[in-house]
């Protein structure tokens, strides 16, 4: 059984900046890719960043430039630098990652970015 885990929300002002960490657990095999969904209140959930083996990215247009997907290359271990933060960046931060076909979520980390 895979389980992702996150850690690194908290609250921050405006500008300031915050890093999330995601580990994967529950399977020795690559897990591909690795991405971090966010989840504002009363909106759908949306793609934020994600990590392709290969080391292709992907970003959400409100937030390239400002944050950066990397990932560990030994681990299965996705981490989410996130600059410059703005109060549109608040809600649930969520990672996953989809192994054989099948998309797997962690339990998600708040994020609140007051003005």
């Known amino acids: 059984q895979v389980q992702l885990v996150e850690s690194g929300g908290g609250l921050v002002q405006a500008g300031g900046s915050l890093r999330l960490s995601c580990a994967a657990s529950g399977t020795p095999f690559t897990i591909n890719p690795m991405a971090w969904y966010r989840q504002a209140p009363g909106k759908q959930r949306e793609l934020v960043a994600a990590?392709?083996?290969?080391?292709?990215?992907k970003y959400h247009d409100s937030v390239e430039g400002r944050f950066s997907v990397s990932r560990d290359g030994a681990k299965n271990t996705v981490f989410l630098q996130m600059n410059s933060l703005e109060p549109d960046d608040t809600g649930v931060y969520f990672c996953?990652?989809?192994?054989?076909?099948?998309?797997?979520w962690g339990q998600g980390t708040q994020v609140t970015v007051s003005s």
């Open positions: 996953s990652g989809i192994w054989r076909g099948n998309t797997y």
């Open positions: 990590f392709y083996l290969g080391g292709t990215t």
